[in-house]
């Protein structure tokens, strides 16, 4: 072996999540699969396997004309961890198989702007799978739905519901006008980006661990991992900066029943950090499609030389529809810690 | 110890974070401390302590009319990882003790609106401290200024440096008019929040690992934890959900040494959740402060009775300018796990 | 999904381990597939696949008379992580699907002394997978050892190279006897035990991170996870307790080129939680196999009624020889940590 | 700061544990402190201080003619995390001041054989705090003592009851002989170890989290963090290796009460990782404590030079007995991270 001793090593990922509920993730947007290992399913939970395929189905492209036309399978496989379609406390391992891959679309020595194909190949020493982003690809939410599925299904059970909508499309809130924006976007070979809302009803008071795990640390660091999300807020956000102390107090009172209540949610639903019982509501800002068709300034590594290059591809003119499964499914897995 | 056998008991906070450059926080407002043990100092590093207390002095309390008047100590005094001036590689533990408490400003059975005060007392079935918010005090910050400050000397000696700066204040972009907003707040018996823009230059090409610890994610689940924070934004942030991606487009070039380089950087400096090379860029929303001399609906708990009560405490009219420091102590404590 | 809420969720399990290289495994005994997916492989890394399969063929069965008829497949097939045979840097997942499965050998209702089956249906409600172990089985080490093979790779590219071997079966010290102590025992319908010595050697001064994540700590803690293991000890070990200081005084010396060397010993390379640059030395006590082909107590659960009963099956009459392999692998990923 | 870049940076350690029940320990031998942050613990719980302290003088040193006539004080004082003496969920600081250090007892230049010493100065390039093994002493067991009497008393409302004995000293398994082997070996200058076998009662069946988060894995982490321990064997342990299958089966059976219930235990309550509901029982091997009167092969590394000398200090002839407390904290610790 003394010949590899030489053999200059790079840089890792971490594709592992959770403490209490548990992904590790793994696949490449064009290798043989892509896949997820469950950890922490409760024996005897039964999923429902048919809601985890409709969860898919709101990812998967080509729902029409505002989505790529790429043609994925997105029919996961369960391969451990199941017996007469129970958890059996053991890991849960489901995978997919890859199928219509066009590797030829992707130049390793182009660069996309707005991807991270220039820092994975300092990071990675060139050795990263290049081909459509590889392990970086937006198709690895698949997997993440897939388990974000069952987090939804066990905080369902104990009544926590999560549902996410779009609220603006390149800065558009009536929801009649967004496919107009897509496909105006679309027909000048450019993208759009937008806002997606979540919502999670029936959470108990008193989930978060601060200072360091607070209910908004968790969420955050795991929206901040789909691909495209640049910004998220809690409540009011950014809005409540700009606002007055009085004007946005969540005032205490007492309802019909003798209940304690709040009488506001500016702050959606979390006060240093935990859970109040009120709805927990964020935000989360989706960039445009880095990818499009209109030339873009990027380099021909192979020869160090500047280029405008049009990225044709197959890609979405917007995420932010297909990313609305994928924000639900964040919600669920980092909410899933604290059954 | 029988009789103790049906004791219930309540919920538990973390104050723990990191797996390189680690804290563990500890202390309450108005206890007897408040400190922090720093694990991962490497030895042989001279801490330089004047600009520790220089971070210190930069978010103490008491800074002019725009801040609180509360005299708080911020002497802290290392008692252990220290051998003639250097780390020793062994746990620092450094702690400040509490002067000029007023604990009878707070009454345990007021809750105030926009604290943690209720579902904290839910939380840890009413044992938690609740004196001026016990463990979850922005006084809190303190430690974490400390550790910060140390966390960003090591990243200096590697070439990275962090600075965050007020860039709103009640949607007040002018800086000349941030004292104002404050006063007039103050005034009016109310509060303003505002936007800290941070930035941290220097940073190499490849920090993060994605999918789920990339640095965005990192960072955001430390800015949340800071109190008062709720929202975080990379780069251009909410704004690019409003635009084109052909507008916000990253381009690539060859600058005149040859060197590969960005045109342009919407993205804050990560893609893909590792870093580019470029600047990393975020801000943070900071909500107003909701202890305010107006009168606020809470309930008062003893009675079960909704009560109009004014908390007038000695409190900032707007934190945001002791916050500055705080962030970037956060940024540099998320950034120094990748030394 | 209302007829759900009141499903009874059991226990989980946790097959993940590391920081720096990790592994997530999954699969069971008589299920589809055995697995694991790798995190922390250096991009670049190019394994050498047939020393993976040379380290797999040591552990596999039925290489004897001394072991199990049992055909297992022990062909791993990587399906993410690698392009052109080098590691990405991105997860390697690689499984291996389950061949000649018996499930009728085992009884749910009869829990096999000296094995989980009885603790595990408690844990687990009944809902575990119960067929010859499940995920409890001792064939999940061969997963254990795929990703061992990977980590002693690494390992020697450092200059440390782990090896381990047999010195003790059924108490016997001499070799040449070894076969003979498992064929009598086997003649018998019984089963032996025995002891293993594993050493690495090369490893540099300090490595090793005290108190709580000391060399000891990490390497015990994976040694314990492999089935039929009972005991760990370092350098002298247990025999330490009987002798005097002096008498194991590791001294220090100097040699001809003037370094500063150990004289001894005695401590097994590591003291006080850290390497000292001496060879790691450390034996694991492994018990005989519980399932033997002579009656054993146990209890037929679903008539609560005490039963003799032989649990005939295929097993090893000694797992020791086929375990050598699985201790130099769980000594390479706890070491693989420190690269 | 410029001049500093160039300041080189050596390793570090790393003193926390626990996920549930936390530990960061801080603090050197002969330093100003030693303590400990023990986080987790549920508000409302109510800690009998009075029981800590009898837990902390069993460890204490100046019981007798065995043990070293160093005083020390063991005078933990709280210093946050209760209110009203019931712990309010935050992180529980405790302290300790050191007395009576003798620093001029330990030479830099010589190291001990036997102790990190060497190992620790290459380790942390000099750094690391050596006067009496500075975070590595053995004074650092008393935090952990501290907060495994936490842990005990949390236990022990669940039930589950922790307690040790000295099963042999220097060979001599006798207790009556104890006391004997130790003086002899001090009238001579020389120590002895010995054999702790700890046994936890009342644990119910199914804590441990297979395959790597086994109770035996978190129990053996923890213990081999113990300085001086160099062995750890679950039930019958390392006896096991020597036996046949048919001897130390665990047969099941049914007791008076229909009850199903185990005929044996060899396998220390504990089987595929999880507990069975039997005592847990393990042996812990305690080396001879190092540093003795007797002249020990070194080198003075100010000269690079072998010497014999005689590392007086005041130390224990055998740590054994002061042990025994610190085996149970360490057990309760590490069993606490199930309730």
Redesign the interface.
């Known amino acids: ?1 003394s010949e ?2 030489n ?11 959770g ?1 209490k509920f ?7 947007s064009h ?5 997820v ?1 469950v ?8 999923p ?1 396997f048919a809601e985890v395929r409709r969860e898919l189905a709101r990812r998967a492209p080509g729902q029409g004309e505002t989505s790529t036309p790429r043609r994925e399978s997105d029919e996961f496989e369960v ?3 199941l ?1 007469d379609g ?8 489901a ?1 997919c198989r890859n199928l219509d891959t066009r590797s030829r679309d992707y130049e390793p020595s182009l ?1 996309r ?8 190949a ?4 060139g ?3 290049y081909r459509g ?4 690809s937006g198709r ?1 939410t698949a997997p993440v739905v897939f388990a974000g599925a069952l987090a939804k ?1 066990l905080l ?2 104990r ?1 926590v519901d999560i549902s996410a909508r779009i609220t ?1 499309i ?2 558009e809130r009536d929801p009649d006008k967004f496919d107009g924006e897509i496909l105006e ?1 679309k027909g ?1 070979g ?6 997606i809302e979540c919502r999670a009803r029936g959470v108990p ?2 989930w978060g ?6 209910v ?3 969420l ?3 929206l ?2 789909i ?1 495209a ?10 809005e ?7 004007e ?7 309802d019909s029943n ?1 209940n ?1 209540v709040y ?1 506001a949610n ?3 639903g979390i ?7 009120e709805d927990i509501v964020f935000r989360v ?6 990818t ?1 068709a ?1 030339p ?4 021909d ?1 192979s020869q ?3 280029v405008t290059h049009s990225f044709a591809g197959r890609h979405d003119s917007s995420v932010v529809p297909r990313a609305v499964p994928v924000v639900e499914s964040a919600a669920a897995i980092a909410l899933a810690q604290y059954l």
Chains 1, 2, 3, 4 share one sequence.
């Open positions: 072996m590899k001793t053999e200059k090593l790079y840089g890792t990922m971490n594709s592992e999540w403490e548990r992904l590790s993730v793994f696949g490449e290798g043989a699969v892509i896949g290992v950890g922490g399913l409760p024996a005897g939970f039964e429902d391969m451990s961890g017996l129970r958890a059996t406390g053991a890991p849960l391992m995978l660069p702007p707005g991807h991270a194909d220039l820092a994975a300092v990071k990675h020493g050795f990263n799978d982003g590889g392990h970086f690895l299904q369902s059970r009544g603006e390149h800065g976007a000048r450019d993208s759009v980006g937008g806002v008071v008193g661990e601060p200072m360091f795990r607070g908004e640390s968790e955050s660091a795991m901040f991992s691909p999300v640049k910004g998220v807020e809690f409540g009011d956000g950014f409540l900066a700009r606002r007055l102390g009085g946005v107090s969540d005032g205490i009172g007492v003798g304690v009488l500016h702050n959606g006060n240093g950090g935990i859970t109040n019982g800002a989706i960039k445009p499609t880095p499009i209109l873009q300034s990027t380099v590594l160090n030389k500047p």
